[in-house]
DNA sequence: CTAATAGTGTCTATTAGACATTATTGT
DNA sequence: ACAATAATGTCTAATAGACACTATTAG
């Protein structure tokens, strides 16, 4: 019987067999009428050439959480800072990386393509990809399972509350938002139902401000806080 | 530049610093009116003799996966094999276990009381705990965080779906599996309604049989295929 | 004017909640 | 008969979807 402190003074982590942990997150946007996607193109060994996920390894000397780690990985290699995260689900075996057994938390965040376009440039192979185009690509590790898991639990989202919304960059229309939703679930929702849970959820705030395109100019909204926790009374319906 | 083969070769994972992964599951089950959680003495440092969840360390040369592990680990703290596991989160830090940088991936699962009180009796400190006991308690690291987030994950699902039934051994009553939404949510459904969804989701089989307590025989449903994939077309509401 | 888009009025079908009523058992 | 519980009947309020209608801009 030791005390634990006696343990812990003898306890030694290198002895155990490594495993390795790293970080990807899913970043979407709204551009060009499409949800797209954040892929990087893979500097280093291994997958080397292939499109991947912003990520990497946990660096226990500048991470202080899985989260921190997520946005320093999305800010190396994209040179973006997602605007907030959230975990998706945490995949690991020894299969999926050639290095080992590997565990891989995956994050993943709705953001407006306008905050991040310009610095999306001006990084090496970093870009915006709908869906349709990444059925053809060979993407690296099993980041295709990924990007799904993350869009799919979107489409939940949308179906249920305005966190679509974050993909847009205040202010915005209704219609605006109306038209992410419809991108997510992948059908039209009517106006009329789509206005009357804006009014009802009082997540948004009318800016007195109106934008004019094409026809009648059109009220803007930023969101309030609160907007993520939200949840429809009555869910969109999907046939 | 090397090829990756050349690069696999000359890679050492060891000389990375170590992450501890380990696996922790929120068990909980419907017993005597209330949600149960399942929790052991721990038997060693650190934390010893404090209450915590079944859980443990990855170890490469028997888990194949996150989930393999999750299983492995339950039988082995508490001589229960989990039904099915779902993820819900990861939590990882500096600060969380004083053997280091620590990641742990939470499980959770609900399941019959009947098909596991027996092996709980046998193994030492192992036990369930009604949520209202569990405040007074001590636990290990963050194991209660870990348990709240697991338990409002659940009363989410009984407001959506039926998942709150695997809470139960077929066959089993409407009243039943009502009981068990109402506990997760900490109030009355109305048993009209209650009834309507069931009868609307055909997510039940009617067994043809009936169980006698006190009043009028109710009719035994088991589960069928698919119950943890249906949503309620309009939620369960929560004032 | 017309085309285009934003926003409203309003009808209808659906359905959750409420609660009364009937059904079936044990004592 | 009575208590207890299960199951059904039915009324009502809320509301999503549908779609017609009005409003406001550009050209």
């Not at 870009?127 to 053809?136: A, V």
């Amino acid at each position: 019987m030791t005390t634990e402190q006696a343990f812990l003074q003898s306890y030694d982590a290198s002895a155990f067999p490594v495993v390795l942990v790293t970080v990807d997150t899913v970043l979407f946007t709204f551009h060009d009428h499409q949800i797209k996607v954040l892929l990087v193109m893979r500097a280093a060994h291994p997958e080397r050439g292939k499109l991947g996920l912003p990520g990497g390894f946990l660096d226990q000397n500048q991470d202080n959480s899985l989260q921190a780690a997520a946005v320093r990985s999305v800010k190396a290699k994209a040179g973006i800072e997602p605007p907030y995260l959230e975990q998706i689900e945490t995949v690991g075996s020894q299969a999926r990386d050639p290095r080992g057994w590997s565990v891989s938390v995956i994050y993943s965040a709705l953001m407006p393509y306008e905050t991040c376009c310009t610095h999306i440039e001006t990084v090496e192979g970093a870009g915006w990809y709908s869906l349709k185009e990444l059925e053809n690509l060979d993407l690296a590790f099993d980041h295709r399972t990924a990007i799904h898991k993350a869009f799919s639990r979107y489409q939940q989202k949308a179906l249920y509350s305005f966190v679509p919304a974050y993909a847009l960059k205040p202010p915005f229309t209704i219609t605006d938002v109306r038209k992410v939703h419809e991108a997510l679930i992948g059908k039209t929702i009517q106006r009329k139902s789509f206005i009357r849970r804006v009014e009802s959820s009082q997540v948004f705030i009318d800016t007195g401000d109106v934008r004019t395109e094409r026809g009648r100019p059109a009220c803007l909204y930023r969101p309030k806080q609160g907007l993520e926790t939200y949840r429809f009374v009555r869910n969109i319906e999907m046939d």
